[in-house]
């Protein structure tokens, strides 16, 4: 598949997606949207990935919706299609990949490019990065799914706030907020990521899925429905290869080698 506005590739079990639009700082188009709702899809059906990386090139990982193809738009123009059309079906796409997403935030993460960031699984952050709801700057109300994501990860105040200042959240007030996973140094950024990732993709990729469908449904379930659809999962869970290859190699006291299945 060709892209012209993101890299992607794949090898050694981990597929990664580089927004690659760096004189904008990432800013998205409704080319790159597509685009990388594709590579999404991509690496969800190709059997040898089992784990996927997202991450900007140059110094920030993405400054949201491109505000000059905004200002180009003819004046019939709907965001809500574009949303519905665009960013919907991007964030929909990463939150049902049963398989895990890691955010390399290499830099500034605004506006959509926060919602990207939000809607993967694990962030490791850099240092140098920040995170910032632009949109009241432009008098709109924050989309791309951080209305569910943000208040979950670190509460209604703080994301109210984030949303009505536009303030720059620098790394480690994130961590400490619990918006994200790890924060580095810059120049360690994807040597840790790539650490992560050959870990992740080394591992029990159908219970890694599993677990991500399992939390995201019990956001919205009561706790009778929680526990019944773990033990659905878990049936299935308990029949695959790296359930008995786990408990094997546990009694053998050895490494457990695991294919995914
Ligand atoms: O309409 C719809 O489709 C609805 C969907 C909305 C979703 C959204 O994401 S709304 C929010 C859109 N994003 C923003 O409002 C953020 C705009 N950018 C900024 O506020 C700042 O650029 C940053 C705080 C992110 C970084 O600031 P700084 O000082 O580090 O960099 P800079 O100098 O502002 O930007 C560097 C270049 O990138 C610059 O171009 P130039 O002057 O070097 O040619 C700048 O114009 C360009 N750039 C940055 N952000 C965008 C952008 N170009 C187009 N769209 C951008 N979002």
Redesign the pocket.
Known sequence: MQFENIIYNAHSGIATITLNRP???N??TEQMIDETTRAFKQAGRDKMVRCLVITGNG??FS????????QA?AGQ?S?GE??RK??HQLIKQMVALEKPIIGAING?A??????VALAADIRIVSDKASF?L??S??G?VP??GINWFLPRLIGYARAYEMAITAD?IPAATALEWGMVNRVVPHEQLMETVSAWAGSLASGPTLAYGLTKRAMNKGWDTSLDEALEYEAHLQEVCGRSHDNSEGIQAFLEKREARFIGK
């Open positions: 004189q904008t700082l800013a998205f110094r920030a400054s949201g919706q491109d505000l000059a193809e905004v738009r123009f965001i574009h949303l665009g960013y500034i605004a506006g959509a490019g926060c919602g910032m632009a949109f700057k432009i709109l989309d791309s720059k």
